[in-house]
């Protein structure tokens, strides 16, 4: 897959979301994503909803994100369109910076789940976050899930709303709530279900 973007300098992001394919980590406007501080789990919430911003101990205002991955069972790796099915295929909560855009968002989850897991290796134990974005991936790989694509959506949701994000081949697109949906988040039912029938697939 080629793209034409120019992928900005590594001091320009937080290191959490630099990698290697500048696909899916501009927003869509082309411009680059600009880095927040603090990005890192904060513990999980008293409550386990998604939950309004409050203060982390480090004094930095955070809130519970709750994103979901769509595959895009339609589009062969083309651009999303509304009449294409998407199937929910993995979700994650996460603490992060009141200030975090989906996009930004987006584009973590991009190179999370096409990242070397080798490379996420190498930065485990550095950041609470660094351990949960090893783990999440493996998590991913194991379900034998493809790397998220253009095409795929993804959805960040907040106490406040949800951002539904189309990936296309240079930027995420804001797109209407996709109508054609199927898949169940990541749960213990996933997990079971799929040892039992992995070996099948």
Not at 163 to 184: N, S, V, Y
Request: hydrophobic content about 40%; proline content about 8%.
């Amino acid at each position: 897959m080629i793209f034409a973007a120019q992928w900005p300098a590594p001091a320009v992001l937080p290191r959490l979301l630099r990698h290697r394919d500048p696909a899916c980590c501009l927003a869509s406007t082309g411009s680059a994503v600009t880095p927040w501080p603090g990005l890192q789990a904060v513990g999980p919430p008293a409550d386990p909803g998604i939950n309004a911003a409050h203060p982390s101990p480090k004094g930095i205002v955070v809130t519970l994100y709750y994103i979901a991955i769509y595959h895009n069972t339609d589009s062969q790796f083309r651009p999303y369109q509304p009449h294409h099915a998407l199937t929910k295929v993995i979700s994650h909560r996460r603490h992060l910076p009141a200030a975090t855009t989906p996009e930004q968002i987006a584009g973590w989850a991009f190179h999370l789940f096409n990242a070397d897991l080798g490379d996420l290796q190498a930065s485990r134990g550095k950041t609470d976050a660094d351990e949960l974005d090893f783990l999440l991936a493996c998590t991913y790989r194991l379900l034998h899930l493809r790397s998220l694509s253009v095409g795929d959506v993804v959805a960040v949701t907040t106490a406040e709303c949800t951002t539904w994000l189309a990936c296309d081949p240079i930027g995420w697109r804001r797109i209407a709530i996709p109508q054609h949906r199927t898949g169940t988040a990541l749960s213990a039912a996933t997990v079971y279900d799929h040892l039992r029938h992995g070996d099948d697939e």
